[in-house]
């Protein structure tokens, strides 16, 4: 399900080291921030579309605050960059920091479901048909970047959720880096495959990662390059792409897929 987005030419004015944006308060920014503004065609709930990019309430790659706003971090082609993303009235504001920022920008609408066709579901049971009904916030998103959503998958093969999302948290905490711009304290980027590649076996055993899910992030990140290119093929193709890496199932395929 998806609506799609309009953008609508938005002004920024960089001014001693801050930016002014017509009717937002300035703030410190690092680098020039970037602003985008859409108009969705039909109803967009933020929590539902964005919520399932969430690792749990720690994550420090995500976090919602009290005035509504969405904020994520995100390791791009172009490099880090910190997304902060805000339903204003009709419209829907992106603001961007860091290397990243045009790079998040140029694809919010992907982000807030414009890719998803709403044509294309036909629900088969009353259940599901009254959600959809109850539900027309609800969009699919699309990140264009599979490592974050990899990495995260593998930690959660055959242990709980909130191990999972302790491992998550701790690994990018230790060796991610920080947020750039104003985001919320204790937001950090997600390391780089490099990164990734170097952590120590004892700091995988302190942040509960057994052998064999470090083995396969280990594994992953040495091909990262290629796994990335699997964004821009069709859903069986990126799944077996993803799969050709051992340690890489249906069940971790299909999570980052989807």
Known sequence: MAGRFAPRPTRTTVRGGQVAVPGAVPRPASGPERVRTFTPDGPLDLGLV????????GDPTFRVT????????????AGPGTLRVVARGAD??????????????????????????PEAFTPRHRLVAVTRHRRP???LTRT??????????????????????RAWRLLVRRFGE???????????????????????????????????RASTVLRAVRVAARLEESVRMEPPAARARLEVVPGIGPWTSAEVVQ
């Not at 920008?105 to 992907?110: F, G, Q, S």
């Open 178 to 212: 920080p947020a750039p711009g104003p985001a919320p304290g204790g937001m950090c980027v997600m390391p780089e495959p490099r990164t990734w590649a170097l952590i120590p076996s004892w700091e995988w055993h302190r942040a509960g990662v057994d052998d064999k």
């Open 92 to 117: 829907v504001r992106g603001e961007a920091w860091g290397p990243g920022a045009e790079w998040l920008l140029d694809r919010l609408p992907e982000l807030l479901g414009a890719a998803d066709d």
């Open 144 to 165: 264009g970047l599979v490592m974050e959503s990899l990495i995260p998958s593998i930690l959660e093969q055959k242990v709980t959720t909130d191990e999972a999302y």
């Open 50 to 57: 964005l919520g399932p990019l969430r690792r749990g309430p």
């Open 66 to 77: 009290p005035d509504g706003s969405v904020w994520r971090t995100s390791r791009t082609p």
């Open 137 to 139: 916030g609800l969009r």
